[in-house]
């Protein structure tokens, strides 16, 4: 056996690994959004956030695998003013022949399939309270056969946004190496259109201006997703970084250790900020800001310096619970975990950030190019779709299963028998 083959077989193995841990981040944010929400919807939560990555998994491989381009096949490209735009892939149906593909191209399809489960899983979060299993499934077949397929192709495998370096010299074309737009943005896009689609919880808004505290029910449960999701991103970044970007080895620890310095660098600028605000450190919001550095680093940990990273993950983390509080008190965004502002505009952050830092000429503007499309054209086209699909499969549970809660209403048995949960206020 010869070296490069030894050295090939020993980086697939270790992409390998690093994929298996990978999922560790979806879990994370399930059990973020399960203890952001209320604990009489707390079973329903979980068993649709397993429903959703499975409905995901499917449609993906029935459907979008073959849209991406990541089985290899033929491409759909169009010319225009002299430069290929290639817009679409044209891959086997059915991932047919997917044991015959090059081990990498499989990979990288394992990648792919994890990534449109976690841009499925995100809105889920934000319908917490009043969205039905049935429409969050609903959504995830929509994102894996649609959305996610075009955007991956795009931005991942050799599609036009990814050829803007080639084609128009904008650096190294739109950078995406741990999925910040084609997993965060989409899937917190995803979620304000699930927002605006399915109204804000009963009583969270009882007149213009004012708001209702609906705190999450387990504190534990969003701490203790937050430790798991740091283990789930720094293997997607560094897999990401060896897939995406065919990155050095001596670039892959970096991209380890500037996950954690974002994710830290945004909880201490959460923490300051809401101790400075409250008096006291509030538990969810710095658990978001967390998440929100998290979120940034998926775009810039292979491609800046330790400094950029704290930097990056520390204005991730500071304006966090100030567009929380905004988009909550002067838009009546009913988001309960969170997702626009730790998903959407960190994401934009970072995608930003990936592109202010670097020293290729033109690369800020191709981040720029892929933020525009993803706002002009991904975002309306989700709110479109997901308005439509609203009219096939009501996305909100009727009064009478919101005012007892989504266990009993949809599963017909709460997650915590042995204690008695109270009613809230609004509804006496």
């Not at 044991?99 to 499925?120: D, H, K, N, W």
């Not at 923490?271 to 978001?288: I, M, V």
Request: charged share 10%; hydrophobic share 55%; aromatic share 10%.
């Amino acid at each position: 056996m010869n070296t490069s083959m030894a050295i090939s077989e020993s980086v697939f193995v270790f992409t390998l690994a690093l994929l298996m841990l990978a999922p560790l981040a979806i879990g994370g944010v399930a059990l973020i959004n399960t203890g952001l929400g209320r604990s009489r919807s707390a079973a329903q939560s979980m068993l649709g956030s397993i429903a959703i990555l499975a409905v995901a998994a499917v449609l993906f491989a029935l459907i979008g695998a073959s849209l991406t381009g990541v089985l290899g096949g033929s491409q759909v490209v169009v010319h225009i003013a002299g430069s290929p735009w290639n817009v679409l892939g044209r891959g086997p149906i059915l991932m047919h022949g997917f044991a015959g593909v090059p081990a990498e191209s499989q990979l990288t399809a394992l990648l792919e399939f994890f990534s449109v489960i976690f841009a499925a899983l995100i809105p889920w979060g934000s319908g917490a309270d009043r969205l039905r299993i049935t429409a969050g499934c609903a959504g995830a077949a929509v994102m894996a056969a649609i959305i996610f397929p075009l955007a991956a192709h795009w931005m991942w495998n050799g599609g036009w946004l990814a050829a803007l370096g080639v084609n128009f010299q904008l650096g190294a074309g739109f950078l995406d190496p741990g999925g910040a737009a084609t997993i965060h943005a989409l899937g917190g896009l995803s979620a304000l259109a699930t927002i605006w689609v399915v109204g804000p919880r009963r009583g969270k808004f009882p007149q213009a201006g004012l708001s209702t505290a609906m705190p999450g029910h387990s504190a534990v449960y969003v701490l203790f997703g937050s430790f798991l999701a740091l283990v789930g991103w720094m293997a997607w970044n560094i897999a990401g970084a060896i897939l995406w970007m065919r990155a050095p080895l001596n670039i892959l620890p970096m991209a380890a250790v500037n996950t954690l310095l974002s994710a830290s660098g945004a909880l201490a600028a959460t923490f300051a900020l809401t101790q400075l605000r409250f008096g006291k450190p509030d538990a969810s919001l710095c658990a978001n800001g967390w998440l929100a550095g998290l979120v940034a680093s998926s775009a810039s940990a292979a491609l800046t310096g330790p400094v950029a990273a704290i930097f990056i993950g520390s204005i991730a983390g500071a304006i966090t619970p100030l567009l929380v509080e905004l988009l909550e008190l002067a838009l009546s965004i009913d988001d309960p975990s969170g997702a626009v502002t730790v998903h959407t505009a960190a994401a934009f952050w970072g995608l930003f950030a990936a592109g202010m830092f670097s020293p290729q000429h033109g690369q800020i503007l191709a981040q720029l190019i892929g933020i525009g499309v993803l706002l002009g054209l991904f975002f309306p086209s989700i709110y479109l779709l997901f308005a439509l699909l609203n009219r096939i499969v009501a996305f909100r549970v009727d009064p009478d299963g919101e005012r007892l809660g989504m266990d009993l209403h949809e599963l017909g048995g709460g997650a915590y028998p042995e204690f008695v949960i109270h009613r809230d206020e609004s509804y006496r």
